[in-house]
Nanobody
């Protein structure tokens, strides 16, 4: 069982920056593919960025060049640096840990952290 706790959300003006962190308890994040998702009111939850256990990264087109995902296996955390924030980045951001092995799949979610981009 993995418990994920997000932090770092808040209110920021357009063009500003925030850094989200996801701390994992109960297991090491090094064996999981980690992702950040977001969900705006009335919309589905979408993948924003991901980093595999091997270190490969993925970014949604809408955040490429602005967001950077990273992991610190020693601290058991995954972070996402968000720069040049836009109002359309406003959403609840969720951390996800996923692992597939031998036909089984494990997926864990954090409770979410609110990011609001507004002047």
């Amino acid at each position: 069982q993995v418990q994920l706790v997000e932090s770092g959300g808040g209110l920021v003006q357009p063009g500003g920056s925030l850094r989200l962190s996801c701390a994992a308890r109960g297991s090491t994040v090094s064996i999981y593919d980690m992702g950040w998702y977001r969900q705006a009111p009335g919309k589905q939850r979408d993948l924003v960025a991901a980093i595999t256990s091997g270190g490969s990264t993925y970014y949604a087109d809408s955040v490429k060049g602005r967001f950077t995902i990273s992991r610190d296996n020693a601290k058991n955390t995954v972070s996402m640096q968000m720069n040049s924030l836009k109002p359309e980045d406003t959403a609840v951001y969720y951390c996800n840990a996923e692992r597939k092995f031998g036909g089984s799949r494990w997926s864990y979610w954090g409770q979410g952290t609110q990011v609001t981009v507004s002047s």
